[in-house]
């Protein structure tokens, strides 16, 4: 199992500074091999990670999953992704890639099939994004609070069609209770429960090649809960 840390926040606009710090934490009893961050130079970083090899990546802000997912993404003629997050990453695109836009322009570039992206308990929408989503599977945490189970097997449903799966995973999804230490928290998010039982199920699917976790601030956290959370997270998977 090759773990790659992706010690990066430049994408998160200064709004999520010190999630870089979060692998070392993380990742500090498992073997690792690390990125090339170039800190002036956000594309030849995004190449850098696109280029690497590995099954867990672990951030470092969203947009490092624009770098992972386009090196993934040559390997399949189907790729998709399912992603857990409170915001749909949706933005109009601007220049490089950050943590808000980094899904729209994967999808605007044409590496990845807006029908091929699942979003899991999205709560935060712009209307940018609202406009974008036309097309999409997406479930909101009304959906998942009436029934979880119907939620997760929908969503099993729709990854099995794709060659290559790719699950990414922003502990802004739980809620602020569960993971305080990060940028954006999102009220009446999942609870620690739910996501697990999402993980479990989802991890059993065979076309599963590639996960991520990010932004996880170790700055931003609350007696080492979200740090302990994301340790838990990557032992599903490790």
């Known amino acids: 199992?090759?773990?790659?840390?992706?010690?990066?926040s430049k994408g998160s606009l200064g709004k999520n500074d010190g999630c870089e710090n979060a692998p070392d934490l993380l990742l500090e009893s498992l073997h690792s091999k690390e990125v090339e961050i170039i800190k002036d130079n956000v594309d030849k970083t995004m190449r850098n990670i696109s280029k690497i090899e590995g099954e867990v990546f672990v951030g470092g802000d969203h947009s490092i999953t624009y770098g992972s997912f386009k090196g993934f993404s040559k390997k399949f003629s189907n790729p998709g992704i399912i992603l857990f997050d409170a915001h749909p990453d949706l933005e109009v695109t601007s220049?490089?890639?950050?943590?808000?836009?980094?899904?729209?322009?994967?999808?605007?570039?044409?590496?990845?099939?807006?029908?091929?992206?699942?979003?899991?308990?999205?709560?935060?929408?712009?209307?940018?994004?609202?406009?974008?989503?036309?097309?999409?599977?997406?479930?909101?945490m009304e959906q998942i609070f009436n029934n979880e189970e119907d939620v997760c097997d929908s969503v099993m449903e729709m990854a099995r069609e794709f060659d290559g799966l790719y699950l990414s995973i922003d502990i802004d999804v739980l809620d602020p209770a569960f993971a305080p230490g990060t940028g954006y928290r999102e009220v009446s998010g999942l609870n620690s429960q739910q996501l697990f039982y999402f993980l479990r199920r989802i991890k059993k699917l065979n076309n599963l090649k590639r996960v991520d976790l990010v932004e996880i601030n170790p700055e931003k956290d609350r007696d080492n809960l979200t740090i302990n959370m994301g340790k838990k997270i990557i032992g599903e998977f490790v």
Do not use: A, P
């Open 95 to 140: 220049g490089s890639v950050t943590h808000e836009d980094y899904l729209r322009k994967l999808i605007e570039e044409g590496v990845l099939k807006k029908e091929n992206v699942i979003l899991v308990g999205i709560r935060k929408v712009s209307k940018n994004e609202k406009d974008f989503m036309n097309g999409m599977k997406f479930f909101g």
């Open 1 to 8: 199992m090759d773990i790659v840390k992706v010690r990066y």
